[in-house]
């Protein structure tokens, strides 16, 4: 048998080269960051201005989703670097680091106003 009655390039020997990722989902989460920061701490400054008792109830209320967004944003972009392929990873990475970097902002800022505000 003789290989004349196939073509050189044919379309199902080759392979599909795989999908590069975009870039949107660490874009998306560095735009809420970036743009909800400034909201977060003028929120704080407003509070911190009536009395410094509603400035520290302000950080603490603050502190998770600002947390959320800037852990999500560095999960979203290590998600997209080492898991290019898996879409699952990416998307859903994202969230799993939002929620431990909210956790661990917010012990942080409560550890820091029980102790050491307090010696201030």
Partial sequence: MSDEGVPASDPMLERPEPEKPGCL???????LGALLTPV???A???AANEGE???VVATLISSFPLGFLWAGF???LAFHFLTPQSKGARIGGPFG??????VVLLVMTFFFFATIFREL
């Fill in 40 to 42: 977060g701490v003028a």
């Fill in 74 to 76: 560095w999960g979203a």
């Fill in 44 to 46: 704080i400054a407003i």
């Fill in 53 to 55: 008792e509603e400035g």
């Fill in 97 to 102: 680091c939002g929620c431990l970097g909210a």
């Fill in 25 to 31: 989902t660490p874009i998306i989460w560095f735009v």
